[in-house]
Structure formats: structure tokens, C-alpha cells
């Protein structure tokens, strides 16, 4: 059975930074593109960033570009998001998800993550 806990949320200020982690049971990363989406209250799910199992390449949502990281380490089982210069509108839940495809949508991904809380304050 696959799961994913993530870690590393918090309560900071506007301008700093946290680094999230997700750890993954099984050798689910040398097979799977690992996704990051965050949720906020009354909004849906979003897209933040995904990164591919095969060559290490990335894609961002572009309210997160140039501010965000993705990144894995294979022989952790564990994938990273590095965020920084964190703006009040990046308070969300952020989940880490697992998918076959290097996908932007949530229904691509078959496995999830319990969540994480940031919350950024002004």
C-alpha cells in the first residue's frame, strides 16, 4: 500500500521561507511523478508544482515561479518543496501526490497525502 505523509508546515511571515517534505512508502518515487497542490479555504484544489521520476525535470504554477522548488531524493523515498519569499495568498494545505503522468490537474494523481498546514502571515 502506497502512502505519502507530508511534513514541515507552519506559521511564518510574509517574506520567509519553509521547506516541505514528503515521504513515501515503498519505492513509489522511481516510478511516480510526485505533484505538490495546495487547497485554501472555500477555494479548490490548485496545482503548485510536479516533478518527474525519470530526468529530474519541473514544472510551476506560475504564481509560484521563481519562488517555489521541487525537488526529490530517490534514495529517501522523500520529495521536497523549498518555498520562499512566502506571500499571505500561499496560506493553504499543501499535499504532496503521486501520478503516472506529469500532470498539472489533480485527477491524474492516484495517491495523496494527508496534508500540511502553512499559513502565511502579513
Known amino acids: 500500500q502506497v502512502q505519502l505523509v507530508e511534513s514541515g508546515g507552519g506559521l511564518v511571515q510574509a517574506g520567509g521561507s519553509l521547506r516541505l517534505s514528503c515521504a513515501a512508502s515503498g519505492r513509489i518515487l522511481r516510478t511516480y511523478h510526485m505533484g505538490w497542490f495546495r487547497q485554501a479555504p472555500g477555494k479548490e484544489r490548485e496545482f503548485v508544482a510536479v516533478?518527474?521520476?525519470?530526468?529530474?525535470?519541473?514544472y510551476y504554477a506560475d504564481s509560484v515561479k521563481g519562488r517555489f522548488t521541487i525537488s526529490r531524493d530517490n534514495a529517501k523515498n522523500t520529495v521536497y518543496l523549498q518555498m520562499n519569499s512566502l506571500k499571505p495568498e500561499d496560506t493553504a494545505v499543501y499535499y504532496c501526490?503521486?501520478?503516472?503522468?506529469?500532470?498539472?490537474?489533480?485527477?491524474?494523481?492516484?495517491?495523496w497525502g494527508q496534508g500540511t498546514q502553512v499559513t502565511v502571515s502579513s
Open positions: 501526490a503521486a501520478s503516472k503522468a506529469v500532470a498539472v490537474v489533480a485527477v491524474a494523481y492516484d495517491y
Open positions: 516533478i518527474s521520476w525519470s530526468d529530474g525535470s519541473s
